[in-house]
């Protein structure tokens, strides 16, 4: 079982880059290169809050339950 | 004062950790080559047999027996005596070594990584072999020191007596070894929680 984090699709769907998002939401490139490769152990709601209201989603569009 | 970081006391130990360690090695160096050179090499040089006084120090006594009483040592002992330091040499620069690399941490400000965990285990390994060495090479030395006086007005005894002390040093050491593994991952965890 695992979290997947769909960051690129989203950033693809939303037409925005990594670095655009990165200054948008005041989380460095290489923590969010952390989110989008899936090797972050945990996500504080913060970044989780500021991430969708950039991208203009639901933490569901950006997170996926994976059954092993 | 700074305690960790650049110029600061860790960084302070860790140079002079460093220098022991080379002096360390120098020394080790030095030992193994001039004990076997005079005991293999120096045919005329050195005498094959050495009549000396004996001097024994232990617990703040010094004790000094003529070489009236005493055997002359031959150069292969004089050098298996001096070699038998070795193993101990070896595992003092070892644990150095290993408390040098945790203090170049300490100076990077980043403790708290799997590699300190083993070092300090290492190091709690080595502190509980240097114990078990040292009795050994004690009672060693005590069983020579038996042979060589030769008077029956002075009786010598050897007894094996571990330094429980140190020991149990070694054991803290391990236990830190596990609560820095466990501060690792404590840290990994925070490093991937964006």
């Known amino acids: 079982m695992r979290i997947k984090v769909k960051l690129d699709e989203m950033l693809v769907k939303k037409g925005i880059s990594l670095t655009e998002l990165s200054e948008e939401v005041g989380i460095t490139i290489a923590n969010l290169s952390i989110l989008k490769n899936n090797k972050a152990k945990a996500i504080r709601f913060t970044t989780l809050e500021a991430i969708c209201e950039a991208l203009d989603c639901q933490p569901g569009d950006l997170l996926e339950h994976i059954n092993n | ?194």
């Open chain 2, 1 to 194: 004062m700074k305690v960790v970081g650049q110029k600061s006391v860790a960084s302070t130990i860790k140079m002079l950790l460093t220098g022991s360690w080379y002096v360390g090695v120098f020394l080790l160096g030095v030992l193994v080559i001039a004990s076997i050179y005079i005991g293999l090499f120096t045919e005329d040089s050195v005498p094959d047999v050495i009549e000396s006084n004996l001097v024994v120090q232990s617990m703040g006594l010094e004790i000094e027996f003529s070489s009236e009483i005493v055997e002359p040592i031959t150069k292969l002992t004089f050098m298996f005596t001096i070699l038998s330091i070795a193993p101990l040499l070896v595992l003092i620069v070892l644990i150095i070594y290993q408390l040098r690399k945790i203090f170049e941490t300490l100076v990077n400000e980043n403790p708290f990584v799997e590699d300190n965990a083993k070092r300090l285990k290492n190091i709690g390994i080595f502190v509980i072999l240097t114990s078990i060495v040292q009795t050994i090479l004690q009672s060693y030395v005590g069983k020579n020191l038996v042979q060589a006086i030769r008077s029956p007005h002075v009786q010598i005894r050897t007894m094996i007596e571990f330094d429980m002390v140190v020991i149990f040093l070694g054991v803290i050491f391990i236990v830190l070894a596990e609560v820095f593994k466990i501060g690792a991952k404590m840290k990994e965890e925070q490093d991937l929680t964006v």
